[in-house]
C-alpha cells in the first residue's frame, strides 16, 4: 500500500557579492552537473561580482487530520414530513458522532435541501450534510462506521491534512537555505571567487502538496460486517 503524504515544495534564491580575478566559469567534467547559478564576469575596474544561487527543497509529513461529509437523506409525501424524518435521522448520527469522541466545534453544516422528488409525484426529499473534522486521525473508521450506524446513508470526500503546516514550511525554507550555501560555496570556489558578503535572499514561497484520499460519493447501510478501514499514511 502507498504511503500518503503531506507536502510542502519551497524555493529560495540567494545574490552574493565575490571578489576575485575576471576568468572563465569551467565545465562541470563529472556525471554530476554544476548546481544551477549565475556568475557573471566582473566589469571593468569593478572589484566586486555577483553571484545568484537558488534551491528548492521538499518537506513531507504524515498527515494528523481528517475531514468527512456525512449525512442523511430522508422521503416523505410531506415536505414537512421528509423534514421530521430527516432531522431524526440527523439528530442520531450526530450524537453518534460525538460519542466517538468529536467535539462540538468540529462539526459544521455544510447543506440542508429538501425538494419535490421529480421522479415520483407528491414526493418530497430532504438532504442534511455536515462536515466533519476528526482530529484523532487513527479513529475516523470508526467515526464512519458509528455514524452509518446510526442512520447516516451519506459518506463521500475524505481528505487528510496537518494540523500545523508552519512547521513543515520552516523546516522546507531551512533546507532550502542549507543548499544554497553549500551550491554557493562550490560554485564560487570553482571560479576562484570568494564569497564577502550576502546582497539579498528572495522566498519564492511554498507550492503545498496535499493528496486527498477521496471515496467516491455512495450511499452507505448500516448493519453488521467489517469495520471500515482507512489508512491515512
Known sequence: MKKKWIGIILGAVLALALIGCEQQMPQATGEAPLPQATLPAPESGAEESKLTVNATETVKAAPDIAYVYIGA??????????QQKNAAVADAFLNAIRQQGVQEEDIETSN?????????????????TYKVTIREIDKVGAVIDAATAAGANSTYSLSFDLQDRDSIYIEALGKAMQSIDAK???????GGYE????????????SGYYPMVEAAAMDTAAGGGMATPVTPG
Not at 112 to 128: S, T
Not at 184 to 190: H, I, W
Request: charged share 25%.
Open 195 to 206: 564569497i564577502v558578503r550576502p546582497l539579498s535572499i528572495e522566498e519564492n514561497g511554498g
Open 112 to 128: 440542508i435541501n429538501i425538494y419535490e422528488d421529480y421522479d415520483k409525484a407528491g414526493n418530497y426529499i430532504m438532504d442534511n
Open 184 to 190: 554557493a560555496k562550490a560554485v564560487a570556489a570553482s
Open 73 to 82: 437523506q430522508s422521503s416523505g409525501a410531506t415536505a414537512e414530513e421528509a
